[in-house]
């Protein structure tokens, strides 16, 4: 039974950053995709980003691309989402998922553990 805890969110203004961890246990992160996906308050939980479990591969979101960067620290068993330039439409609970397999994309069903979510606050 894998847990995944996210931490590192908070309240920045806009082109502001973050960064946000995902601290992983009962699974070896290198074995498994790592993704990262929001939920704004009464949207549907989106794909944000995603790495394979080599760490060779890396995937985003139109929406972040440039902006946020995913990635991983196997001895730490972690995951990281470095969010630059950030925007008010990037607030939303950021959730840490991880794949079922060792590559895994922007489909929620693709995912069989998850965090509780980190909220990250963007202002104007």
């Known amino acids: 039974q894998a847990q995944l805890v996210e931490s590192g969110g908070g309240l920045v203004q806009a082109g502001g950053s973050l960064r946000l961890s995902c601290a992983a246990s009962g699974r070896t992160i290198s074995s498994y995709a790592m993704g990262w996906f929001r939920q704004a308050p009464g949207k549907e939980r989106e794909f944000v980003a995603s790495?394979?479990?080599?760490?060779?591969?890396?995937y985003y979101a139109d929406s972040v691309k440039g902006r946020f960067t995913i990635s991983k620290d196997g001895a730490k068993n972690t995951v990281y989402l470095e969010m630059n330039s950030l925007k008010p439409e990037d607030t939303a609970v950021y959730y840490c998922?991880?794949?079922?397999?060792?590559?895994?994309?922007?489909?929620?069903?693709?995912?069989?553990?998850w965090g509780q979510g980190t909220q990250v606050t963007v202002s104007s």
């Open positions: 998922a991880s794949g079922a397999r060792r590559n895994s994309g922007s489909s929620i069903a693709e995912y069989d553990y």
């Open positions: 790495i394979s479990g080599g760490g060779g591969r890396t």
